[in-house]
């Protein structure tokens, strides 16, 4: 594989194998393949929100489901970061880490496929 640069010239780039792209995609399968992280990340890209905040605009999620999955997509994934805006009354929100915003413009695109194509429950 490789790349052109501006001037023209061929540029070697690292070589993907079958078995490295099939554990990347698995991988990222883990992050965005649980049910509720893509509405959860979905939801942030717009803005960093409070807990209940995101209960309530998250229909039929559970509050330890919510609680579980911003969890895992901050201290296993790096994508969230939870935030202390006040000390009293204790006020906590969340909000997509650098990483995570990386990963915004896919999940908005992965939002706007299965609206394209009309994918629903």
């Known amino acids: ?27 990222m399968a883990d992050v965005l393949g649980r049910k509720w992280h893509l509405v959860i990340l979905h939801r942030l890209t717009q803005d960093a929100m409070g807990f209940s905040e995101l209960k309530g605009d998250i229909d039929r999620i559970s509050s330890k489901v919510l609680s579980d999955s911003l969890d ?42 299965g609206v394209e194509h009309a994918v629903t429950e």
């Open 1 to 27: 594989m490789s790349t052109h640069s501006e001037s023209g010239d061929t540029e070697p780039t690292s070589v993907v194998t079958p078995s490295q792209s099939q554990e990347t995609l698995l991988s």
């Open 72 to 113: 895992r997509l901050e201290t296993e994934h790096g994508l969230v970061e939870r935030r202390i805006v006040s000390e009293k009354p204790v006020r906590v929100e969340y909000a997509m880490t650098d990483r995570g915003r990386d990963l915004a413009p896919i999940v908005d695109r992965i939002h706007e496929w």
